[in-house]
């Protein structure tokens, strides 16, 4: 198949109409009306899944490939507070990926984006040796929540679980993957799910805002030290997640270790200093600096080691 | 060095301030106010360079790199008549691209960005086996101008050169690179320059517009199938580029052919029925089908072949 009818077979499967969208695929560029609503903020991320870095052919299907790109980009925009608005997205296909894979990649990413309310309305592809999507997302919002701004007083909270992505890819590294009882385990890596109302909730009252998609003590690490304060994480609200200790048991994995380590759930974490619909209390911002972890044996400093991609 | 610090090190080269940008590298995403003026749209693509396929490391400097993967993607937003606001730049590198190399692909990309008034806001960066560099670039105007408008009695306007970056492409392929004659040839190819203000000019006036990357024929191609109509373009006026005969002359290549099928100029050819600033006349919109070229020996029909990556 041509460029032209590759690149139309992805438009077919990804058109949908959204507000503000004036021109989608087919032409140089996407033309939007400066933003849905007149008085919002733009939030623009672009993220990368690359084969053999962030996923294994093997691990999940084509669809899973192509809505995990989709959903992981549109963290960071969730991140800020702000709901994904449309995204682009730009394809490197080696010559062993077939038109019809292409076409069940095109399907996830449509299936995150009717899920996000988001379409992708533009895009490149290219040939290449690794298979690769780039995916910038526009978001709006009416204030962006970031990274710094943690309080002395505030509480942490999340949204969402953490720790059982990192298991389901356990399992498959492992070859588990036919266990029942890593079933949500598997799901949560292959799709994780977007915290979108969560997002929206959070925007006018959290005072930083990240996603978890290094590792809980990692990410949190970033908002404490942007933040300039120390933030104390409270093992027991970990351990409050009957999934994630049911996966880590059926792996013989410490749940805490998994919920402070494992990443790509995309979980959100805010300091915030009232409660907010869709997140549970999981610790607290205080005076000083790093990160620690409370338990019945007392605190233990956390070293903020999570995915690097250099290290 | 590690991820954050790879950040660190290009955020530290890539921000400047530019309007309406109210975050830039550094957190989740990038925070815009939505549009540095108010009233205009915005416009919105994605590129993507990919080493092997899009150039070769041995034929152009790192930040030779840098420079042409934003001009190629800011092209795009340039053909809809927009201004580049700002862009978001994704990273995969290979082990054997050292922190020094990706340093002087940030300063390329820096000097396209000064060039085009764009800064780079943010981006990703990601360990894989090829280089690769998207660009996600957002324009603005008041009127995007599409492929599809070019209307009967049209005038065809370029502004820009085509064919001279493909003569240096030429040139790299056959171990010519030395030849002074071709030196503007390689400067084109390598260092692809912006067309900004003839976007501006064009934007009130044109009904059609592209960008030429894949070539002349197969881009005029696209701007005929899109408005329904037929496109002639003079060999003669093809032929009053001085520096397009000289090179394609050192190269014993005929000056048309490389004018016709050579892309990556980034060149902007418009449909307009009034002459603007900046563009000079090559051809004239007719009622029907097809590309063709008109010259002594008559008319003769162009097929619209040009680069395609999976032809």
């Given at each position: 198949?041509?460029?032209g009818?590759?690149?139309?077979?992805?438009?077919?499967?990804?058109?949908?109409?959204?507000?503000?969208?004036?021109?989608?695929?087919?032409?140089?560029?996407a033309?939007?009306?400066s933003?849905?609503?007149?008085?919002?903020?733009?939030?623009?991320?672009?993220?990368?899944?690359?084969?053999?870095?962030?996923?294994?052919?093997?691990?999940?299907?084509?669809?899973?490939?192509?809505?995990?790109?989709?959903?992981?980009?549109?963290s960071?925009?969730?991140?800020?507070?702000a709901?994904?608005?449309?995204?682009?997205?730009?394809?490197v296909?080696?010559?062993?990926?077939?038109?019809?894979?292409?076409?069940?990649?095109?399907?996830?990413?449509?299936?995150?984006?009717?899920?996000?309310?988001?379409?992708?309305?533009?895009?490149?592809?290219?040939?290449?040796?690794?298979?690769?999507?780039?995916?910038?997302?526009l978001?709006?919002?009416?204030?962006?929540?970031?990274?710094?701004?943690?309080?002395?007083?505030?509480?942490?909270w999340l949204?969402g679980s953490?720790?059982?992505?990192?298991?389901?890819?356990?399992?498959?590294?492992r070859?588990?993957?036919?266990q029942?009882?890593?079933?949500?385990?598997?799901?949560?890596?292959?799709?994780?799910?977007?915290?979108?109302?969560?997002?929206?909730?959070?925007?006018?009252?959290?005072?930083?805002?990240?996603?978890?998609?290094?590792?809980?003590?990692c990410?949190?690490?970033?908002?404490?030290?942007?933040?300039?304060?120390?933030?104390?994480?409270e093992?027991?609200?970990?351990?409050?997640?009957?999934?994630?200790?049911?996966?880590?048991?059926?792996?013989?994995?410490?749940?805490s270790?998994l919920?402070?380590?494992?990443?790509?759930?995309?979980?959100?974490?805010?300091?915030?200093?009232?409660?907010?619909?869709?997140?549970?209390?999981i610790?607290?911002v205080?005076?000083?600096?790093?990160?620690?972890?409370?338990?019945?044996?007392?605190?233990r400093?956390?070293?903020?080691?999570?995915?690097?991609?250099?290290?």
């Amino acid at each position: 198949m041509s460029e032209g009818a590759r690149i139309s077979q992805l438009a077919g499967l990804l058109a949908f109409d959204a507000p503000g969208i004036e021109l989608g695929i087919g032409d140089d560029a996407a033309v939007l009306t400066s933003g849905p609503n007149g008085d919002r903020k733009l939030v623009w991320t672009i993220d990368e899944q690359v084969e053999e870095v962030h996923f294994r052919r093997d691990f999940l299907s084509w669809s899973d490939v192509g809505w995990r790109s989709y959903v992981a980009a549109a963290s960071d925009v969730a991140a800020m507070g702000a709901v994904p608005w449309c995204a682009l997205s730009a394809i490197v296909l080696p010559s062993d990926v077939s038109d019809q894979d292409l076409g069940e990649i095109g399907c996830g990413q449509r299936d995150a984006a009717m899920a996000l309310g988001a379409p992708i309305i533009g895009g490149n592809l290219s040939r290449g040796r690794s298979l690769t999507i780039a995916t910038a997302v526009l978001g709006t919002c009416v204030r962006a929540v970031r990274r710094v701004g943690a309080c002395d007083g505030d509480g942490l909270w999340l949204a969402g679980s953490v720790g059982i992505a990192r298991a389901g890819l356990e399992a498959l590294l492992r070859g588990l993957g036919e266990q029942t009882r890593l079933a949500p385990a598997l799901a949560a890596w292959r799709r994780p799910r977007p915290y979108i109302a969560e997002a929206v909730a959070m925007g006018p009252s959290a005072h930083a805002a990240i996603d978890v998609s290094d590792g809980l003590a990692c990410d949190v690490g970033h908002m404490a030290s942007a933040s300039g304060v120390r933030i104390v994480i409270e093992e027991a609200a970990l351990l409050a997640d009957p999934v994630l200790c049911d996966v880590a048991d059926a792996l013989g994995q410490r749940a805490s270790d998994l919920a402070l380590y494992g990443g790509e759930d995309y979980a959100i974490v805010i300091a915030s200093d009232v409660d907010v619909a869709g997140f549970r209390r999981i610790g607290s911002v205080r005076v000083g600096s790093g990160v620690a972890l409370a338990s019945c044996d007392g605190l233990r400093e956390l070293e903020p080691k999570g995915f690097d991609h250099f290290g």
